[in-house]
């Protein structure tokens, strides 16, 4: 049985940074590649990046380009999202996920998702 799990949301004040963490378990982690999402109220899931399995490519959405960073400890079944300059434009429910078909940004086309992490950030 694979579980994701999210974690390191919370509140936040505009300007500062926070580290999304994303534990795996129930498959081979160093396998996949792996994506970060979020979802504000009312909005459709939004990409932010994807890292590839060997960490040897990272892709973000222009939305959070030079701003976030995604990472992986593949020791540690782990994968980041480090945060950073963070705005209210930002706060939404993180989620991570593995095992997509082809489309990275598409999140339709991922398999396994955690329950996502809430992130707010106060103006």
């Known amino acids: 049985q694979v579980q994701v799990l999210e974690s390191g949301g919370g509140l936040v004040q505009a300007g500062e940074s926070l580290r999304l963490s994303c534990e795996v378990s129930?498959?081979?982690?160093?396998?996949?590649?792996m994506g970060w999402f979020r979802q504000a109220p009312g909005k459709e899931r939004e990409f932010l990046a994807v890292i590839t399995w060997s960490d040897f490519n990272r892709y973000y959405a222009d939305s959070v380009s030079g701003r976030f960073i995604i990472s992986r400890d593949n020791a540690k079944n782990t994968a980041y999202l480090r945060m950073t300059r963070l705005e209210p434009e930002d706060t939404a429910v993180y989620y991570c996920?593995?095992?997509?078909?082809?489309?990275?940004?598409?999140?339709?086309?991922?398999?396994?998702w955690g329950q996502g992490t809430q992130v707010t950030v106060s103006s």
């Open positions: 996920a593995a095992g997509y078909d082809r489309d990275y940004r598409d999140f339709l086309k991922y398999k396994y």
């Open positions: 129930g498959l081979t982690f160093s396998h996949y590649d």
